[in-house]
Every structure is written in C-alpha cells, then in structure tokens.
C-alpha cells in the first residue's frame, strides 16, 4: 500500500472469491513483531474460512522493509516508530479498505473488526475508542497501559540524555534502538494514548483474551481491560504463554491447541 510522504504499508489478504458480504477483520502484530510471524498466516486462514475477510499488515516502522518483511533490516525505522504512527498506519489502512472494496458485494465494508496482539492490543483499543468504523475489537494478550513501559525516571533521563537506548531481541540476537522521540512522542500524546481512559469509553463489543501462563504480559493487564469495561468478555486459555503457544518459525501445518482455542473464541465472537 503506498502513500503520499509516508513509508508505504506490506499488507497480506484473505478472502473467499465465493462468498458475498464478508465482515472485515484487520490483524495488527505487536512489539518485535510483523504479519508472518509464527502461526499468524494460519491464524488468517483459519479466520477466513469461516467467512471473513482477513487483513494482517506490518506496521511501517515496524523494522522491516518491503523487499524483506520478516525480522528487521531497517532499524533505522524502528528506533523512530512510536504510538502515534502505528495509529496513523492502522487509519491509513482503515481508509484504504474501504476505498479497495467500496464497490465489491463480496466484502462488507461496514462491519469491521479489529484484533490486536500484545503492543498492537493496546493500538486497536484505542483506535476502536475514537473512530466509529469499528464494529468489534478483539484484545490477544494486549497491554493495558503504555506509560509504565518506559522505565524509572532515572531511566528516562539517561535515555534523554543518550538519545537512544538499545533493547536485544532474544531471537535474533539485534540490538534494537528506540530513539528519544518515542517517549517525547508519547508525553504529547499522553490523553489520547492512555489505554485505561480508551478501554472505559469503549461501545462496541470487545472480547479479551489473555493465556494464564504469560510471562510477557501479565493476565492482570487483560482482568484490567475487563475490569474498565464491564461489557466485555473475558477468556482465559489455560496453560498458554504469551503467543499461546506458538513460535518463530512456525512449521507446523496446523495451530497450537491453545491457539485453535483462541481463534475458536474469536470466530464465535464475531459471529454473535
């Protein structure tokens, strides 16, 4: 997807050339993450099948690049993405939907869902919480704040002071940098970018999901999502981890059983 003065998007869709009127659901990874990460494409499928139009996009400065989408070439990019911009990537993509399919009987541009995994939980919340597009929200092991993430203020001053700070990914053994906008972007954004505030005015139905074996997001973050809104449901997988289960690679022609749990609730949801 390209845009005017803007990185462009790497966006992946599934839909059945068969079926009429498919609801829209829109798949936004989290941090360290991208859209072929894991089991997701089989998640996507999984989702499709079942009568739905799935869309799963890498956020732009999410670290890859078009001609490589999976781990991260250009931390350059990365160190300069924020909220604000994966905020700005998911309206662009919003708009662009609904653009490519305005005139197409086989998908149903007035019913759109969002998932979020884990950082990404935390976009879809509170994109759901200001733009009328979105019919329902699904929050996967989402954080329910931002603010806490940045460290001690001691932290906070260094990293203003170094103008970066460097994270290692476990996987891939990369030190990757956040540049100091990150957090300057977020203190002028604070109001809009504050989780708690979203979740509260949130009217849609929301379905939050979370693994009681997470060590990367605790469950108490999702019983925080439920406790701000009431009206939501909520669903503990028992015995799943983080990314219920699943891993980079992925090689397995099937889901995991907890993740074939989650896709069973969500498939449910979005059906009721």
Known sequence: MERT???????????NQKNTNQPIVIFCHGYKGFKDWGAWDLMAKAITDKGFCFLKFNF??????????????DLEAFGHNNYTKELDDLN???????????????????????????????????????????SKLVSLASVSDYASRFGSESDIEKWQKDGVKYVINGRTKQEMPHFFQFFEDFKANEERLNI????????IPHLVIHGSDDTS???????ALHRWNPKSQLKI???????????????????????QKVVAEIITFLNS
């Open 60 to 73: 732009s400065h999410n670290g890859g690049t078009m001609e490589n989408p999976i781990d991260f070439p």
């Open 217 to 223: 997001v605790k469950l108490e973050e999702s019983e």
């Open 92 to 134: 662009d993509v919003l708009d662009w939907i609904q653009k490519h399919f305005k005139n197409d009987s086989k998908v149903n541009i007035n019913e759109i869902s969002l998932i979020g995994h884990s950082r990404g939980g935390g976009i879809t919340i509170l994109k759901a919480s200001e733009d009328h597009r979105i």
């Open 196 to 203: 708690r505030k979203a979740t509260k005015s949130i009217n």
């Open 237 to 259: 997988i028992e015995g799943a981890n983080h990314v219920f289960n699943t891993s980079h690679p992925w090689q397995k022609d099937e889901l995991s059983i907890e993740l």
């Open 5 to 15: 003065n803007k990185k462009p998007i790497l966006l992946d869709l599934f839909h």
